[in-house]
């Protein structure tokens, strides 16, 4: 009987000293991933940003070639257009 009663706290020990182990190969394994997502974050909260500045640059720069008063520049200019006379003009209603 006494090799039993020393038996059971040895095996006892053993499964806590175990446990621990995991436990702590566990909490290792999530500091390393939480790290790993927040420097992915981090890089893509970047990215993002550098998008978003992009893309108010061609907001500005489609604005710009938009404006009226270069599309009828282009069109007198490049494609020789004219505006038309007033008696050129045809409204047409619709029924």
């Given at each position: 009987?006494?090799?039993?009663?020393?038996?059971?706290?040895?095996?006892?020990?053993?499964?806590?000293v175990s446990?621990?182990f995991?436990?702590?190969?566990?909490?290792?394994?999530?500091?390393?991933?939480?790290?790993?997502?927040f420097?992915?974050?981090?890089?893509?909260?970047?990215?993002?940003?550098e998008?978003?500045i992009?893309?108010?640059?061609?907001?500005?720069?489609?604005?710009?070639?938009?404006?009226?008063?270069?599309?009828?520049?282009v069109?007198?200019?490049?494609l020789?257009?004219?505006?038309?006379?007033?008696?050129?003009?045809?409204?047409?209603?619709r029924?």
């Amino acid at each position: 009987m006494q090799i039993k009663v020393r038996r059971q706290p040895v095996v006892l020990t053993i499964v806590i000293v175990s446990i621990c182990f995991f436990s702590a190969l566990a909490l290792i394994y999530t500091k390393h991933e939480s790290r790993k997502l927040f420097i992915e974050l981090e890089q893509l909260t970047s990215e993002r940003d550098e998008l978003n500045i992009e893309w108010r640059q061609l907001q500005i720069e489609q604005s710009t070639w938009a404006t009226h008063a270069r599309i009828e520049k282009v069109a007198l200019e490049e494609l020789s257009l004219a505006r038309p006379a007033s008696s050129e003009i045809f409204v047409i209603e619709r029924q």
